[in-house]
């Protein structure tokens, strides 16, 4: 099994940046892609970006896109959401998940992924 645990999140000013981190353990060699979710108060939870571990190719919402960079460190595990900025709108749980099926649900399906984080907060504040 992979276990994965967020940090990084915390309160930043708008137009600010933030970086969150998602560090994998367990069986990580069966990770197939990996993506970040967010979840804000009275919404339902949505896709932010995604990264297929094996070849790095990335994936963005279009809320996120230009502002937001997923990558990772293969060596440490760990999956890295550079976040630029940042606007009122971006405050939210973020939730880490990975999927360790190379087929199924959409990328930006939150089906798609079987193992999640227990969430960071950012909040975002004018």
């Known amino acids: 099994q992979v276990q994965l645990v967020e940090s990084g999140g915390g309160l930043v000013q708008a137009v600010g940046s933030l970086r969150l981190s998602c560090a994998a353990s367990?069986?990580?060699?069966?990770?197939?892609?990996v993506g970040w979710f967010r979840q804000a108060p009275g919404k339902e939870r949505e896709f932010v970006a995604a990264?297929?571990?094996?070849?790095?190719?990335?994936y963005y919402a279009d809320s996120v896109k230009g502002r937001f960079t997923i990558s990772n460190d293969n060596a440490k595990n760990t999956v890295y959401l550079q976040m630029n900025s940042l606007t009122l709108e971006d405050t939210a749980v973020y939730y880490c998940a990975a999927t360790t099926r190379p087929v199924g649900a959409p990328y930006y399906s939150s089906e798609r992924y079987n193992i999640w984080g227990q969430g960071t907060q950012v909040t975002v504040s004018s």
């Open positions: 990264i297929t571990w094996s070849n790095g190719i990335t």
């Open positions: 367990g069986r990580t060699f069966t990770m197939y892609r």
